[in-house]
């Protein structure tokens, strides 16, 4: 059990209270959690710090383009049934934050980790994880990351021989080819809507057939494995055929599939679907996500989308029209500076919804909707936004720079 066998070294005990020194001198100058600088700071340290962090640890390791700090939140969630859960709640994902969470966990059991893309292999070196969650693989800030099948490439070889119990969406090409190269995989059903990164076969670059919700490969054979979870409906079917409810606070069906992988990886750990899925109830909002907040006399639903396959499941969310939405877009570091992607969205979804535009680079946001023939107006910020709203309800949404912004504006 954590921390009571095979103590931190002295060294690895100096680095954790270094972190937490400077992530409290940096919360106390307003620089936000701290959680990355104090990680940095202890993996300077010692740079074997994660992997002594998790060695008392049963860890799950949760990576995807879309999805994985809410599916992180709902592990978390269902494993607390077992025992106590350390894990990177608030999404810093890569090893400096990840350090950081595990190293405020000490009487912590399971270690439940959001891991960013491109660190999942050394993350899972270093942590050795017990069983590693695979959502979803799409474009995602192409200025600085890889493009998606040079990712799943780097999923395939880093998880390669992996001790770890993988769970996968089985109807991502691209995840299942990245899965396929470890021995144990469990295959969960849970839907793909955005289809447009995985039209070419990730194996042998021939042309995807799709006939229905199954996919395969024309020329080489490689096809979408039996599933042995599934989402169905309102339902997580399991191994052997029982239908659990899923009632969530979280909206979409994009989180139904979050659940359902979530059953999956709690299963692994001798959490029956039945409890996993009453104990993810309890979330109802995932760092400010689907909150919703009242801002000069309008309820403001908050909704994160950050790059194509995200605002494709956002917009099956949003209220019929006409409920005004209010569009924010940066391009910082955080968001990657390449706005391109924009066009890959289809806009036309929004047609009867008043469109208020705002953000860094709302100008890029209203050239794309004047192509898409929406009706809309640019604004300044959020109040000038909000006023042109009738009072009542208002979808926010917003991608990461931007919505972070939006949360300091409301007080959130």
């Known amino acids: 059990m954590a921390g009571n066998s095979d103590p931190l070294t002295p060294r690895a005990k100096l680095a ?9 001198a940096s919360r106390a100058a307003g620089r936000g959690s701290g959680s990355v600088i104090g ?10 710090l994660l992997a002594k962090l998790a060695q008392n640890l ?4 949760v990576s995807a383009t879309n999805g994985k700090t809410t599916t992180t939140r709902l592990i978390a969630e269902a494993l607390r049934a077992a025992g106590p859960v350390v894990s990177n709640a608030l999404g810093a994902n890569m090893p400096a934050g990840i350090t950081s969470a595990l190293a405020g966990g000490s009487d912590a059991r399971y270690g439940v980790i959001e891991v960013d893309e491109k660190y999942l292999a050394g993350v899972a070196r270093d942590t050795e994880p017990k069983c590693i969650a695979l959502l979803n693989l799409s474009r995602d800030q192409l200025d600085r990351a890889a493009e998606t099948r040079m990712l799943a490439e780097n999923w395939r070889e880093g998880l390669a021989g992996s001790k770890a119990v993988i769970v996968a969406n089985a109807d991502d090409p691209l995840v299942v080819w990245a899965a ?9 059903a849970a839907g793909q809507m955005w289809k447009d990164d995985a039209w070419s076969c990730p194996s042998c670059g021939g042309v995807m057939q799709r006939p229905g919700d199954d996919w395969f490969c024309g020329e080489c054979g490689f096809r979408r494995p039996t599933p042995s979870w599934a989402l169905s409906g309102d339902h997580v079917l399991d191994p052997h055929g029982s ?4 009632h969530l606070q979280l909206p979409g069906r994009a989180n139904k599939a979050n659940a359902a992988s979530s059953a ?7 959490v029956p679907p039945q409890v996993a899925l009453e104990r993810m109830y309890q979330v109802q909002a995932v760092a ?7 801002f000069q006399e309008r309820d403001l639903r908050l909704l994160l989308a950050k790059n194509p396959a995200g605002w494709l499941e956002t917009f099956s969310l949003i209220d019929p029209p006409p409920t ?11 968001d990657g500076t390449d706005t391109s992607w924009l066009w890959d969205v289809d806009y036309t979804r929004l047609t009867g919804h008043p469109i208020c535009v705002i953000g860094d680079r709302k100008l890029d946001l209203a050239v794309r909707l004047e192509v898409a023939n929406q009706q809309f107006q640019v604004c300044d910020n959020l109040d000038q936004a909000v006023q042109l709203c009738p009072p009542g309800r208002i979808e926010v949404i917003a991608n990461y720079t931007a919505f972070q912004d939006l949360r300091r504006r409301v007080g959130n």
């Open 16 to 24: 954790v209270t270094a972190g937490k020194a400077v992530a409290a």
């Open 39 to 48: 990680g940095r700071v202890a993996l300077k340290l010692d740079p074997d």
């Open 58 to 61: 049963d860890v799950v390791l």
């Open 180 to 188: 396929s190269s470890s021995p144990n995989v469990i295959w969960v």
């Open 243 to 246: 239908a659990w409810p899923i």
């Open 264 to 270: 999956a990886v709690a299963a692994v750990f001798g």
């Open 288 to 294: 400010g996500r689907y909150d919703v907040v009242q």
């Open 324 to 334: 005004p939405v209010i569009l924010s877009v940066n391009a910082r570091g955080a």
